[in-house]
């Protein structure tokens, strides 16, 4: 399904006049970035943004799907390229035959799903654009398992309310694995997807094998790679420094809508 190019238009629009303002915001402002009233700006920020995105259009409306001839020549990796993880590689020696997604927290029924398993369900393909917060763009093909039915295996407790991937994927000196989330609206919407294949293809290592998120509405650093584990939560208030992902916790906004 095709939204309208105006529509499409309006929303890539909407997206890049809140990291404009963020960027408006940052810049020059290094001694601003130290007080205590900074936060609490880029707070009220990206409420305003999120609030005006959802205004602008609903949650439910469907991200701009492609042809196969709109296909880029190459999709690059965004972020890790190959986790400088022991377990991951490990796990990526054997052709991930042992590696299993985990699915717990406020669940009925916690979960350990094979890869095999995961494509053994009803799975979607569509082909979409990738939006980078580092500026570039790329359309790719992608088939996996839609992230509603398997939280519809596991079952979601009525406190939850966000959506937690854990990934493979050292970020820091500190050996810091790579978080992201998504609340309920964009988890159970049609396109949002746990992807295995990369234009019809196994995804490689450096795109997320054997599994990452996508999340069409969103920018990039939204769509965890390397999943190992899908919590589900009622708060942040565990999870990380409790802004809902890697790098919202060091200053991006939470809700990357495009």
């Given at each position: 399904?095709?939204i309208?190019?105006a529509e499409?238009?309006?929303?890539?629009?909407?997206?890049?006049?809140g990291?404009?303002t963020?960027?408006?915001?940052?810049?020059?402002?290094?001694a601003?970035?130290?007080?205590?009233?900074l936060?609490?700006?880029?707070?009220?920020?990206?409420?305003?943004?999120?609030?005006a995105?959802?205004?602008?259009?609903?949650?439910?409306s469907?991200?701009?799907?492609?042809?196969?001839?709109?296909?880029?020549?190459?999709?690059?990796?965004?972020?890790?390229?190959?986790?400088?993880?022991?377990e991951y590689?490990?796990?990526?020696?054997?052709?991930?035959?042992?590696?299993?997604?985990?699915?717990?927290?406020?669940?009925e029924?916690p979960?350990?799903?094979?890869?095999?398993e995961l494509?053994?369900?009803?799975?979607?393909?569509?082909?979409?654009?990738?939006?980078?917060?580092?500026g570039?763009?790329?359309?790719?093909?992608?088939?996996?398992?839609?992230?509603?039915?398997v939280?519809?295996?596991?079952?979601?407790?009525?406190?939850a309310?966000?959506?937690?991937?854990?990934?493979?994927?050292?970020m820091d000196?500190?050996?810091t694995?790579?978080?992201?989330?998504?609340?309920?609206?964009?988890?159970?919407?049609?396109?949002?997807?746990?992807?295995?294949?990369?234009?019809?293809?196994?995804?490689?290592?450096?795109?997320?094998?054997?599994l990452?998120?996508?999340?069409?509405r969103?920018?990039?650093?939204?769509?965890?790679?390397?999943l190992?584990?899908?919590?589900?939560?009622?708060?942040?208030?565990?999870i990380?420094?409790?802004?809902?992902?890697?790098?919202?916790?060091?200053?991006?906004?939470?809700?990357?809508?495009i």
């Open positions: 399904m095709r309208a190019r499409h238009s309006r929303r890539h629009f909407l997206g890049r006049l990291a404009a963020v960027a408006a915001l940052l810049a020059g402002c290094d601003a970035s130290r007080s205590a009233w936060p609490k700006v880029l707070g009220v920020g990206e409420r305003a943004s999120r609030s995105q959802r205004l602008a259009s609903s949650r439910r469907m991200a701009q799907e492609f042809s196969p001839a709109d296909l880029s020549p190459q999709f690059r990796s965004n972020g890790t390229a190959n986790p400088d993880n022991p590689q490990a796990l990526a020696a054997t052709h991930f035959a042992d590696w299993r997604l985990k699915i717990d927290g406020l669940v029924r979960l350990k799903l094979s890869l095999q494509r053994a369900m009803a799975s979607r393909t569509q082909i979409t654009r990738h939006d980078c917060v580092e570039w763009s790329a359309i790719g093909q992608w088939t996996g398992v839609p992230l509603s039915a939280l519809r295996l596991a079952v979601p407790r009525p406190q309310r966000y959506v937690v991937f854990h990934c493979a994927d050292p000196a500190q050996g694995l790579y978080y992201e989330s998504i609340d309920f609206d964009d988890a159970y919407h049609p396109q949002t997807i746990l992807a295995y294949e990369l234009n019809g293809a196994l995804l490689p290592i450096a795109n997320g094998a054997p990452r998120v996508r999340i069409e969103q920018l990039g650093y939204k769509m965890a790679k390397y190992m584990r899908i919590e589900l939560v009622s708060s942040f208030a565990n990380g420094a409790g802004n809902g992902g890697y790098w919202e916790d060091q200053g991006y906004e939470w809700y990357a809508g």
